[in-house]
C-alpha cells in the first residue's frame, strides 16, 4: 500500500497530459489529417501539466496537515537573496550538468534526444517555450517528485533512502537516456536543497533556474557563440556560476547546520 501512495502522483501528472492529449487526437479522427502537428506538442505539455498542480497541491496540504505542519506554503520562508541565489544555483547546475553530459557524449550518442528537442523548439515561440519550461514543467513536476513523492518517501524511510529514490523515479520519468542521468543527479539536488532550507519552494527555485538557463543556451546558444561580446559575457558568467554553486552549498548547509544545532 505504501509503494502505491509514493507511485500514484506520477500517474496523477501522466493522466493530465494524456486527458489533453486526447482532444487533438479526437480532432484528428473527425478530419482529414494523418498526424498531430508538431507546433502542437508543446501545448499539451504545457496544458497538461498545468492540469495536475490543483489536485497534487491539495494532496500536498492534506499531507502536511497528518504530519502536523501547517499546509500554508508562503514566499516569506526564503528571503529574497537566498531565493535569488537558489535560482543562480539552478542556472549553473544545469550549465555544468550539461557540460557533463557533452564531455560523456550522450548527446552523440543518442542524437534522436537533440533531434526531438530541436523540432519542438523551432515549431514555437520563445515566449511558449519558456511558459512551458521554466514555470509550467517545474511547478508540476516539484509538487509531484518532491512534495509528495520525496516527502512521502522520507516519511517512510529517511533522508537518504528517499533522497535516492526519488530522484531515481525522476529520471525514469523523463523516457531516455541523456535526461535520465541531468534528472537524476538534479533530482537528489533539488531534494536536499529543501533539507537545507527548511522550504519546499527551495526545490522550485532551483528547477526554474535550470531550466530557465537549459532554454536559453538551447534557444541562443548558436547567437552567443558567434557573438565575440555575447562570449566572453558567457564565460565571465560560467565562471560566476560555478561559485555561486560552491557558495551556495556552503551557505544553506552550513545555515542547515546552524540551525538543527540551535533546536
Not at 532551483?206 to 557573438?227: D, F, K, P, Q, R
Request: aromatic content about 14%.
Amino acid at each position: 500500500m505504501r509503494v502505491w501512495k509514493i507511485l500514484y502522483p506520477i500517474g496523477i501528472h501522466f493522466a493530465g497530459i494524456q486527458a489533453v492529449a486526447t482532444l487533438p487526437v479526437l480532432f484528428l479522427m473527425t478530419s482529414q489529417q494523418r498526424a498531430l502537428p508538431s507546433s502542437w506538442l508543446l501545448y499539451i505539455n504545457l496544458a497538461g501539466t498545468l492540469i495536475s498542480v490543483p489536485f497534487t497541491l491539495w494532496l500536498f496540504q492534506r499531507d502536511q496537515k497528518k504530519r502536523g505542519i501547517c499546509p500554508c506554503i508562503s514566499w516569506q520562508q526564503l528571503s529574497m537573496g537566498n531565493a535569488a541565489l537558489l535560482l543562480f544555483m539552478g542556472m549553473g547546475l544545469s550549465q555544468y550538468l550539461n557540460m557533463l553530459l557533452n564531455v560523456l557524449q550522450l548527446f552523440n550518442r543518442f542524437p534522436q534526444y537533440t533531434e526531438s528537442m530541436d523540432a519542438i523548439w523551432s515549431a514555437h515561440s520563445p515566449v511558449v517555450i519558456f511558459l512551458w519550461s521554466a514555470l509550467a514543467a517545474p511547478l508540476s513536476e516539484e509538487l509531484v517528485f518532491r512534495w509528495l513523492i520525496y516527502k512521502r518517501l522520507r516519511d517512510w524511510t529517511g533522508v537518504k533512502a528517499a533522497v535516492f529514490i526519488s530522484s531515481v523515479l525522476f529520471g525514469l520519468y523523463h523516457g531516455n537516456v541523456v535526461q535520465f542521468l541531468y534528472a537524476a543527479v538534479m533530482g537528489c539536488i533539488l531534494a536536499l536543497v529543501i533539507e537545507w532550507t527548511g522550504s519546499p519552494l527551495a526545490s522550485i527555485l532551483v528547477h526554474m533556474g535550470a531550466n530557465l538557463w537549459s532554454t536559453i543556451v538551447s534557444l541562443y546558444g548558436t547567437y552567443i557563440l558567434e557573438n565575440e561580446l555575447l562570449l566572453s559575457v558567457y564565460s565571465i558568467l560560467m565562471i560566476a556560476m560555478l561559485a555561486g554553486i560552491i557558495g551556495g552549498f556552503y551557505h544553506f548547509v552550513r545555515g542547515s547546520r546552524r540551525f538543527r544545532r540551535k533546536s
